[in-house]
């Protein structure tokens, strides 16, 4: 039968014969796939004293020791030691259904053959208020039958140990809990909300945590604070992996946000490709559309038939907010041209995407600022227009999101892609 920790504090120690020893005060554990196994038991009786499980008999309203007092052999508890006080009470975990940070305020021991073990973390109400000392007895004297309700819907919320990995990679510092299997799952904007939670350490480790292009996405979704930090803490070779990973428009906002001598010192350290679409974008006026148009689109080649440009997009599987306008564009990337998913789909298959376009299409230039690009949003009833220099080749596209917000959009999933000699990104 299970126990909880905060049930054993405090209890009397007691040697074979029932004689006192000490008072019980912790546990010393390690760290396991599935649960971490209770090694030591820890003591006070004129000091803290930490004795093998294997001289533990009984853990429950008190904790029963197999041998005497007298051949008692205690050792003293080491700095290193990873106790259940120190390493997991009143930590944080995420809650990924809640997408929260929680704290732990229980944790469940059990038998498993000779082994104690810890099993789970409770991060309930019911945890905190047993810690506390509010049973449901004391719970009724102190507010009386009407509470009983209450009582039955406080929540006694259990993460089993196997769904909990450290955080820190550093041992000394284990001290943050994440359920494993799910947090990959997560969308990249969950991810940065909850980093709001966590220290600047702990931040680090999430990102370290994550594939590339999730770690990518999730810093150009974080709060800039978060981002700050994560510049300031995270070891420079990473930084550079993820910025090489991130949308451009997304590295230049951030970037652009950082001291100038560190944004081209990273810059250097980047793909030179990369770095230079996003020094390009860096480059547009504050607030011009250049500065916040997504630079996610799909651009086809004129000659492209109605079946070639189905077939690209069921390779590139966009989401549905990336088609609802295909830009036609000729060898030299001139905008030439808008088609609907639409037309697109009722067109037959070997039509040309250049003889069902819509030809002179409304658009801005890099510099048209924001006010500008509201307006003509309004005026024409567009919720997405394209975005060309001073030689009509397109650079992007500006949705009425971007305009209508003070923050530049977070979250873009498909890549740009511009077939030229079958496929290929266009960077």
Known sequence: MGVYFSELQGKPVQDRRGKKVGVFTDMVFSDGEKQAKISHIVFKDKKLDKLPMRYVDLVGKSIKLSILKKDLKPESLDQEDFTITKYIMDKQVVDI??????????????????????????IGTRGMMRRLGLTAAVFLRLFGRKARSNIQRLKSSLVPWEYVQPLH??????????????????????????????SSRERVVVLRSLKDEQAAETLGEAHPDVQESLLRDMRLERIIEILDKMRPEQAADLLKSIPEKRAKHLLRLMKKSRAAFVKE???YPEDSAGSFMQTDYIALPEKYTVTKTINLLRKVAPPPNKVYNLYVVDKARHLVGILSLRLLLISKPKTLVKDIMRKNAINVKVETSRDDVARLLIKYDLVIVPVVDDQQRLKGVVTAYEVLTEVSPKSWKLKIFFPTKGMGKVR
Do not use: F, Q, W, Y
């Open 97 to 122: 259904d809640g997408l929260k940070v929680v704290r732990v305020n229980d944790a469940c021991l059990d038998r498993d053959g000779d082994d104690l073990v810890l099993h789970s973390v409770d």
């Open 281 to 283: 974008i860096m480059a």
């Open 169 to 198: 990679s550093n041992t000394s510092r284990l001290m943050l809990k994440v359920p494993k299997i799910r947090m990959n799952n997560l969308h990249p904007a969950d991810i940065a909300d909850l980093m709001e939670d966590l």
